[in-house]
């Protein structure tokens, strides 16, 4: 069962554990259908998630610390395992709760919209929908790590000056994202990437109502497998603007994955390496 | 007039993107935690429960406490090998107790302790009291083949808590994984059928009283689509069949079915131990489970038993010997079955109620043979080392029924749990 002590984490996951993912999406972009890959503008966007999802297998870890006015209420710490698709490039994954205390050792595995979340306290495996997983911290990894070439038909929306994550102005090429398939998180994003270099600056997520959702600042870029990559990536949550999360990640690596790993089989034999 | 509307809405528009810019500011100056390194993480798991229950009986309140301590240690010692042991300890203190039990009572359940071999990346055995739970439905498991016996300190009738805290069974097992499925052998001995109530006996009767073993198949059909087939046998018993099923229905909802099926006495016939009376006789669980935007996510669930008493013999049984109705009540639970032929049980969980970090978990269970039913609520707030949660259990149904025959109609709880 997929309750909420679980994803609390989630929640439960609980919920909720229920459930704080950060996700790598997708690498190699493909363009979503009716959108040339040829398009200037998606051809931003891809260059963008290449910065953001290493280009083969690897492994990281996130730290997401949670903010209200200021103060902190919360933290969680994920390790992920990605391993790359052949052919399509889309990354299927593998996630350990590291923290907190009542969180640790449960997992999630996500192959496309096949999800699973394991609790070793009862040995269940549980299978979630994609709209469960993203309860709680989990929204906040799918701000940061889906590959939105892959799900969004992008347009320029201009270009203008803003200030990034690190309060430095960029001059960058605003995108106009919209949903390629009903199955998306978000319906609609708008996008700054720098021109200079293609990285993501500053993102914006939308309902289908129009409301804001979040605002997410990429920042603290550093040299991470091979790639200059933003090391912390600040959410500012849409409705109250006082609910910040920042999810800092670390311990990059080049990491094989075996397939025999990503079923739900094996999510009880799991141990980190 | 417009010119003034006009010009207001202007200044509005203006304050309201001063302020975003000022919000964004504030969060741009938060910093992230220091990072931790996963790879240091304790073997050693422990959490620590204390509740205090106010239960309404007949004419009067029970008043008890309890203190749990719930450990895991799970270790890689050598290349390839892992060690396991998973122990839970529940205290109670009571007063006012009618119900006849023990007024104190402490109880461990044993739940792991094994130890595992991986001699090839794909290829693992295992030796020891391993928790082997089957089964995708959320609140009856007819493939968790191994569940009869096994829950040693009933604290909670949620279905997590019953999962959760219940002996492994003394088994070994080995599992070959590819890289689309996994075959899985399990072979657990009878080592004694004497069964004991001592606080920190392992109690092996409880789960090691007859020879099982069982044969679990997975293999990915389609993308998203892995069945599950199990064989399932036992000292003097016919085998049994299972499989276990889920499919995502769109971004939102999971579907699920369970069903597992073979010759066997009615239950009825098991608890009495009688002779004769073998015929095929199924059992399922089929549910699905749709999560709203709101984080709310609702199950339903439909639950047969076709060895459990029908409509006439439950009504015979509740009319009849008294002694007989509550050997097979018992026996029902403690095989975790439904005493009934058929079962409705709808769980909700909604994180976020109200405000961050309070969530809501409910279920309501009702027997459909005789309506009697239980419903249960807990609000959980959550920090990061500590929960506090206020639960409340209700059955309706005559003091006869599948339900309406706990002796504690109503209760309050108040917890308090600290993860270390």
């Known amino acids: 069962m997929f309750n909420l002590r679980a994803v609390t984490v989630l929640a439960s996951v609980k919920g909720v554990l229920i459930a704080a993912l950060a996700l790598p999406g997708l690498a190699a972009a493909e363009s979503p259908a009716g959108n040339p890959a040829g398009s200037e503008a998606q051809k931003i966007l891809a260059a963008s998630d290449a910065i953001r999802n290493p280009s083969r297998s690897f492994g990281l870890t996130t730290t997401m610390t949670e903010y209200h006015n200021g103060h902190q209420t919360d933290m969680s710490i994920l390790q992920i395992y990605a391993k790359a698709e052949a052919g399509s490039g889309q990354y299927r994954n593998l996630i350990r709760f590291v923290g907190p205390a009542r969180d640790v050792n449960k997992l999630m595995l996500k192959n496309g919209n096949d999800l699973w979340f394991y609790d070793p306290s009862s040995q269940a495996s549980v299978r979630i929908s994609p709209r469960q997983r993203l309860l709680g911290q989990a929204a906040n990894g799918d701000v940061v790590t889906v590959n939105l070439a892959t799900d969004y038909q992008a347009k320029l929306a201009g270009d203008e000056d803003v200030e990034d994550g690190d309060r430095v102005r960029r001059h960058c090429h605003k995108l106009a994202l919209s949903a390629a398939s009903a199955s998306v998180t978000y319906d609609s994003i708008d996008m700054w990437i720098d021109a200079e270099n293609s990285r993501p600056v500053k993102a914006k997520f939308f309902a289908a109502s129009g409301d804001l959702l979040k605002t997410a600042y990429y920042r603290h870029y550093e040299r991470e497998l091979d790639v200059e990559r933003p090391t912390e990536t600040v959410i500012i949550d849409g409705l109250d603007h006082q609910w910040v999360t920042i999810m800092r990640y670390s311990n990059y690596a080049w990491r094989e994955v075996p397939d025999s790993w990503l079923q739900r089989d094996y999510l009880p034999r799991f141990r980190p390496e | ?420």
């Open chain 2, 1 to 420: 007039m417009w010119p003034i509307l006009l010009t207001l809405a202007l200044l509005t528009s203006a304050a309201a993107g001063a302020g975003e810019q000022d919000d964004d500011a504030a969060a741009l100056a938060l910093s992230g935690a220091p990072v931790t390194a996963p790879a240091g993480t304790s073997p050693i798991s422990l959490s620590i429960e204390g509740a205090q229950t106010f239960a309404r009986v007949a004419g009067s309140e029970e008043r008890i406490q309890r203190l749990s301590l719930d450990a895991r240690f799970d270790e890689m010692f050598a290349p390839g090998w892992r060690g396991i042991v998973a122990e839970r300890i529940d205290g109670s203190w009571a007063e006012g107790l009618a119900s006849g039990q023990p007024a104190n009572e402490e109880v461990g359940t044993l739940k792991e302790a094994y130890l595992s071999w991986q001699p090839q990346a794909n290829l693992l055995l295992d030796a020891g009291r391993i928790n082997a739970r089957q089964g995708v439905a959320l609140g009856y498991n007819p493939t968790d083949f191994f569940r009869a016996d096994a829950v040693r300190s009933l604290v909670s009738p949620d279905p997590n808590s019953l999962r959760d805290n219940r002996l492994g069974t003394v088994m070994l097992r080995g599992e070959e994984l590819w890289d689309s499925g996994a075959l899985t052998v399990s072979y657990a001995p009878r080592l004694t059928a004497h069964t004991s109530r001592a606080a920190l006996d392992p109690d092996f009767g409880a789960t090691n009283a007859q020879g099982r073993w069982m044969l679990s198949l997975s293999e990915q059909l389609a993308p998203g689509l892995s069945p599950q087939w199990l064989v399932f046998g036992r000292d003097g018993g016919s085998p049994q069949v299972g499989v276990n099923l889920t499919a995502g229905l769109g971004s939102a909802t999971v579907a699920y079915v369970e069903v597992s099926g073979g010759r066997s006495t009615s239950l009825l016939g098991q608890a009495l131990q009688l002779a004769g009376g073998e015929t095929f006789r199924s059992r399922a669980a089929a549910g699905v489970t749709y999560s709203t935007t709101y984080k709310l996510s609702l199950t339903l669930e439909y639950e047969y038993n076709g060895a459990g008493s029908g409509k006439q013999q439950w009504s015979d049984l509740r009319a009849g010997d008294g002694p007989l109705y509550g050997r097979y009540r018992e026996y029902a639970l403690s095989q975790q079955d439904l005493a009934t032929r058929s079962a409705g049980f709808i769980y909700a969980s909604w994180q976020d109620l109200m405000f961050k970090h309070l969530d809501l978990s409910a279920f309501v269970r009702e027997d459909l043979v005789d309506h009697s039913r239980m419903e249960w609520l807990e609000f959980r707030r959550h920090w990061n080392a500590v929960d506090v949660a206020l639960r409340w259990q209700d059955v309706q149904g005559n003091t006869t029924s599948d339900f309406g025959a706990s002796t504690q109609r109503q209760t309050w709880q108040l917890l308090l749990d600290y993860y270390l």
